[in-house]
């Protein structure tokens, strides 16, 4: 049909009892399928990680067996965290949480833990300039076959324009 294959082949030339070269023998594979496969795919992470930058979105996931949270480009800004690293400590990030909204982040922890629905908590995160910035997270628990937790799988973006919008009306309604 005029298109291109991709072939892929492996063989061997095998002498004759004078040493000169006889056959050779071999074996041809058609890899075209496979290949277009990978191409489809990796056009689509592109498109996700396009989208997922253009948004500010935070994917993480939170090992439990090493404690540590490793996290995609897009948590350096959403969770201010350096981008050299490839991981950060949960009693870290934890201490980035604004005091007033622990307790609602361990609840949500465990209501996450207690089923297999994801878990939403809006929360502030220290921005890392002495003031707070305001992350919509989504968890969701990551079992073995067995049913045993082995991590939380989550999102995280900055909702912090729309909260201070949220507290603008919330006190032009109070002083009306």
């Known amino acids: ?41 990796s056009a689509a992470h592109a498109q996700l990680k396009l989208a997922l930058d253009l948004g500010h979105i935070a994917i993480w996931r939170h090992d439990f067996a090493t404690d540590n949270v490793h996290y995609n480009s897009g948590a350096q800004h959403v969770l ?19 005091p007033d909204d622990r307790e609602r982040a361990d609840a949500s922890i465990r209501e996450a833990l207690a089923s297999d629905r994801p878990s939403d908590l809006e929360a502030r995160f220290a921005d890392g300039q002495g003031g707070w910035r305001t992350l919509l997270t989504r968890r969701v628990v990551e079992r073995a076959a067995d049913g045993r937790p082995l991590a939380f799988v989550g999102v995280a973006l900055d909702v912090t324009a729309q909260a201070r919008e949220r507290e603008r009306l919330s006190e032009q309604m109070r002083r009306m």
């Open 80 to 98: 201010n965290v350096a981008a050299d690293r490839e991981d950060i400590p949960v009693a870290e990030l934890r201490a980035q949480v604004h």
């Open 1 to 41: 049909d005029g298109g291109t294959r991709w072939i892929q082949s492996q063989w061997e030339v095998k002498a004759a009892p004078d040493g000169r070269p006889e056959r050779a023998v071999g074996v041809v594979l058609d890899d075209t399928e496979i290949f277009e496969l990978a191409q489809s795919l």
